[in-house]
């Protein structure tokens, strides 16, 4: 299969739904070129910084029978537009008893690693989370992401499109020709039969390292990512750890009520699924500070996979026998 | 505040630091900072007083919006179109036009007469914000409009609602909390809103609405049908980032766009003297390099030509306009009780002498378009319509509690 | 004890503070007659609505030497000023390496009951929970907020007070004088050895109503209140849970990635409180929807001590012994 | 447009649709619709060619901004004071303290000269943007202000906080990610900023610190002493909500601000003729009552006089002024390789002639206040300088990892 970066790939499926789709148009404070230089100015718009009015014209215009893509570029930018992300696109079809439709997409890059220091490096997609009314994805490969993107294009619902500032650069197999991924299905990245660790983008690369790693020590380590954090596929996750018994989350943002507590929740409070937890649950996130600049500030806040393969082994130590060996679900 | 004359043709143009009302002709240009400013001294008898604000020039000029000519055009001397004189007289209405449209504005009036004393008798929950006083901004700038064009609205709704052509039953039966209504019990008074019709919703949020509609002004560009979009909002919203952002965007992009500034002069309990420094929001326009107009809001002969000309401009591509109506408030901010009101009673009792019901009504006898008996009927027949919507809200379920978790998302 | 009304202590708090303090000043789009009389219009203005510029300009002038407090109303008009919150009040501090405090306490209200549907009602707390540089409370009693509100004045971080629009008339004993609640400091409303119900605000209320009515049913319920959310206590509520075995949240926002799902992950990451977990956590919280207008469906769509004490039933019933008894945790 | 006169003094306005560079002699009005807008077309060499924009007009009206009278003052009229001429001449400045402004621009330029190298081989992280053919703007106001006076800057903060007197060593240690660098390494080019000499910072938000340093004015006017706040940001961020609130809140509560908008012509990749309807974002102060001022932002003599005034009127309490500075960027937006840069050769090259240190330079020279041999002399110190700040930042250590935990809360 051809392979194409994470940027690349979101940059094609945006141009294969606009040349089928004359009701899609692009705005942004900067607008891609290759997307400028193919479709125009008329529909690739590039626009004054002004996201908060920019973002409730997507709106209007959504409601007036277009499908407009708004990219805030880093998602720190789109807090300028917060009312017109919670309380009118979240609200309005709600709001207005279902009388319109409102397909939008909005695009924000989301994550660390880039040296930009606070303003321009967070991952805040739990704030959305706790919405009502948006679909929000958070996708790992290029694949993923192309496929996500053309089903939230063609979704008629607000839709966020939340993209990793550490993998626009990554390469990875895309499919040839039309395909999409539907929102809300998870991916089980891996299979193994230990500790079930959820993740999501850079954080599910981390977790196959830590998990390549921990073969080596005779741990099984199964790798779930959800790619749609709403609708979060509850289903899978929660098939994987009545399976593992055992649960981490990994996610590059801090843990207070965010992804991590939200999967934390969604496990314990399954009785099925709690009733074959055999250690509590582990959360390897951020440390809780805005993000520093200097590398060996920001390096340290973020977890990585070192920091996964410990909690991994702090998980799997907590059931370990008087025999060193690792006790399964069963045996709990 | 300059004026001059370029070649022949009448031009007035706002300057920084003054600015005021100037009359489209040149002749005599009354300048006057915040006319109908309350001294905020003594309070209308449900209100308490409010100290006296921040020592700030408190200004009680009461020159007033009478007389002609009544329409006052802020830096419009670029535009010939324009700064021609926007006069009290109708034009291009039909007697049964001009009727149609007093009678517009008794429904509005009677509607919220009614959703007032119905929210009071519990029947009406939440809050409702009533437009009473200032029907003659909706009426006339919806006149203007044609089917396939859009507006926008506030949480003052109802009036926007009514003009724009919006069914009375279904919007009492929203109001209601029933399963009839427009938003299905979901929205409210604050939330009424009539998509067929192009009504996008009364909006919670001020100055919410504003790039919303400027998104149906994009759409209506996009699609080259000649349609338009109307953003109605309140002196307060003037204040705040999206209106800023919207009238630059749409300029910049020439949006077929009418930006409907209802400058009632009060935002809640503050008055727009502690909030503008300048007593116009129209003056703004030009910074923008679109044209600001003044009018005074409760002649709705003259808001209609104000809006058909930003209207004719919008459809022709030229762009967007800023119309500003001065007009007033009659009831409190909300009809919820307990609020302060630090207008006094004089103002208020003022401004009702210049009703635009009245007024129009008074037109149209001098017409000979309309005799007492004809009002009369025509009262009955709007109280009837009132009537009958009250009785279809009433007799219609409330949803049922599982009803909550429809319309989350759409198909 | 004297009673105040929740809405009254708020005020008392206020004046007392400025009262004392000249660097305390007051802004709001309407501020209350009592305070704009008491200390006249430099000290308590009245401001454009420009809640995004406000917010900021709060933020300035406790870089500055003052106290500033910005009354932001309801929590829906917030988000006008997101950008502020998330991307300056929240990071300022840490981003210029602590060369200055900025003392600014944010005051917004949350909740329904009030039928004014999605866009001034909602309980959005937990979206500021995820950042990093805040403090967070909401109090549940006229006294916990008087003393709460008097230590977020005092702090020298931004703090933003939850207040209840449910609690606002709600009247209930204020010490005489002056008193401060910590932040961060949970208070256990009612004692009890089956479960524990960690709630907030308005849900505190519900929460000992159905404790009350469960004690006939020989279910005896611990209620713990945080009342600050940011730094939580997770102290208290994980000592309260050791003891009990079983928890469940009730929280009036809904339940993703939310309040609830931050206690829920608190509990069972921690090894010695899951060790000790008997039942599956349960979270009652609002249904996943914008508030509407409706009554009907409003009050549909939160939770209430019905569902809170159904919800105690289901938790104990997921333990209780083959004899009908309610097992301790210890039996488990 | 309109041109009048008001008894004796002269006076000129802008009004809506035209605007556009007007002497405040009222001597030959003259109007440029986007002067050295590039068409667009060719590129940089550097850059790719971007599809020309949205069918609008594209203006290439080549009225510039050289001769005397250089600074255009908009909608004024009513202000005498700000009205009089300002002109490339230095008043009430010393030969040392001309020198010294030199001095502090070429500080800027060096200093960013090796902040873009030294990004560019790794030492320095992110992001670095560069204001190098900008230092008359953030000189030229600074040198106006007084110490407690405050100032916030923007994403391309290097020159402001020079400007207002920073010390280079730890800007620079803060470039390089050091525990001895101003905001002990959490910050970086993005986030500089010195309290103790009121620069309260840079900031990655665009029109981000428009409300802060707004609040640092507030807190001024509170206590009295004289003291005022200047925001400095860009054209883009002119067209953003915050500038808006603030420039209405500061003329309403009449807060000692300077509004100082650096119009370089673009925001990013975009050119401000695709996102202003009109070339001169000084012509929205009108709309709020302030003065606005068009300055050449390239002679620094102009600008230092515009902010002068400025600055009187708001510590005398008369309240806010908007500055806008004509200027230019000579590097991409940002050091970051890759990006594209839609401006021409031609026009980059054209503005670096108007380069604002030759200018000052010669100015000096005509006076007899500088020499060839002075001017080596003094770059020589100033590089010299920039050195030892780059021996600082590299002899400096690293932040320990934990010390990410710090500075979370102040006590
Ligand atoms: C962002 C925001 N801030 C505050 C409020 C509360 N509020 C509702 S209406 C109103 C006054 C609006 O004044 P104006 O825009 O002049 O409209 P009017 O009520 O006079 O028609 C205020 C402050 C709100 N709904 N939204
Ligand atoms: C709210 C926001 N939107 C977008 C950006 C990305 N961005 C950074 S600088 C910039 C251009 C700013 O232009 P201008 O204000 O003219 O300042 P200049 O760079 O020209 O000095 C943009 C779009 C941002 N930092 N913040
Ligand atoms: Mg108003
Ligand atoms: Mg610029």
New binding site residues.
Partial sequence: MRELTYAQAGLEAIAEEMRKDPTIFYMS??PALSLMQEFGAKRVRPTP?A?GALTGIAIGAAGSGYRPIMDW??VT?SF?AMDQIVNQAAKIHYMFGGQRTFPVLYRANVGGGTRLAAQHCQCPYSMFMNLSGLKLFLPSTPRDLKGLLKSAIRDNNPVISFESNRLLTMKGPVPDGDYTIALGEADIKREGSDVTVVAIAWLVHEALAAAALLEGEGISVEVVDPRTLVPLDAKTIRSSVRKTGRLLIADEAGPTAGFSAEVAALVTEDPATFATLTAPVKRVCALNVPIPYSPVLEDHVFPDRKRIAAGIREVVEATRGADGGVRGRREA | MAEGTLGSRACVVTAGGVGGFVTARGDGARVSKFPHLPDRKGGTGRAVERPPARGRRVLTSKVGMDGIPVAKLAALAHDENLATEIGSTPVNLSPDEQRAMLRQMQTIRRFEERASSDYHAGKIYGVVHCYIGEEAVAVGVCAALQQGDQIISTHRGHGHCIAKGADLKRMMAELYGRQTGYCKGKGGSMHIADFEIGMLGANGIVAGGISIVTGAGLAAQMDGKGRIAVSFFGDGASNAGPFHECLNIAAAWKLPMVYVCENNMYAAQTAAAETHAMPDVAGRAAGYGIPGIVVDGNDVFAVTQAAARAVARARTGEGPTLIECKTYRWRAHTERIGQPDFRTEEEIEDWKKKDPIVRLLGQLKAQGAMTDADWQAMDGEVLADIEAAVAYAAASPFPKPEHALEDMYAA
């Fill in positions: 404070t900067d910084i996201e570029r880093q930018f300028v």
